[in-house]
């Protein structure tokens, strides 16, 4: 199993707080990714990272903000929370060289009363 | 139009059957083609990867790739309720090393009944 890390697992939150998904990896690995999944629909990328100090925006747009200070660490943050954030969010990493597979960590289900 | 489709589901096979799951894509650029599976409350593991046209058995697991139809497909032999799960398609245009996204299907739900 691969050991990457997410926190919290749900979080029911009210509209207009500020929120921060945590992600860690333990496995050194230079990429990662923070995914938008909903039901039945597929998995959209919505920020990435190639190493430390680098941040990108995915192909969906989101409200949300991602740093990178730690190569171990990924954390993604809502600054005020609406109902239209309710989603699973699922964050993964992948080695910059070679076969590039993906692993995924356990996922945050956030709702947003 | 979506770049991926994959028939959603839900899919339910008794306890030994052969199973088809498959993914269709417009962009003929593809190269790398992927199939992760995900169990109830957890995140996406990677289970088959193949590069371009062919096919690839590991297992029960057989993918196979055309790219002349734009099709893939994932095939479980012998399938088990422990197969039970959500099955998504993902294929990218170039290796990760290159900077490379992977775009998904929608994903197939399985259910393997006993």
């Known amino acids: 199993e691969a050991d990457i890390y997410q926190t919290p697992r749900y979080l029911v939150i009210g509209t207009g707080k500020k929120i921060t998904l945590e992600c860690s990896q333990t496995?050194?690995?230079?990429?990662m990714y923070w995914y938008q999944q909903d039901p039945g629909m597929e998995l959209h990328l919505i920020h990435y990272?190639?190493?430390?100090?680098?941040?990108e925006k995915g192909d969906l747009s989101s409200e949300s903000t991602v740093s990178r200070i730690r190569t171990e660490h990924f954390p993604l943050t809502l600054e005020s929370a609406r109902p239209s954030h309710t989603s699973q969010y699922l964050c993964?990493?992948?080695?910059?060289?070679?076969?590039?597979?993906?692993?995924f960590g356990p996922g945050t289900r956030l709702t947003v009363l | 139009q979506k770049e991926v489709e994959q028939d959603p589901g839900p899919l339910s096979v008794p306890e030994g059957a052969i199973v088809s799951l498959n993914c269709t894509y417009s962009?003929?650029?593809?190269?790398?083609f992927m199939w992760y599976r995900q169990y109830s409350r957890k995140g996406p593991e990677l289970l088959m990867y193949?590069?371009?046209?062919g096919n690839k058995e590991d297992g029960r697991f057989t993918a196979q790739v055309d790219k002349s139809s734009k099709y893939i497909s994932l095939f479980i032999r012998d399938s088990q309720p422990s197969d039970s799960a959500t099955y998504l398609c993902?294929?990218?245009?170039?290796?990760?090393?290159?900077?490379?996204?992977?775009?998904f299907g929608q994903g197939t739900e399985l259910s393997v009944k006993p």
């Open positions: 962009n003929s650029a593809f190269q790398y």
């Open positions: 993902a294929m990218t245009r170039h290796s990760y090393n290159q900077g490379g996204k992977l775009i």
């Open positions: 990272s190639y190493g430390v100090n680098s941040t």
């Open positions: 993964a990493s992948s080695v910059r060289q070679g076969y590039n597979e993906q692993f």
């Open positions: 193949t590069y371009s046209s």
């Open positions: 496995m050194g690995h230079d990429k």
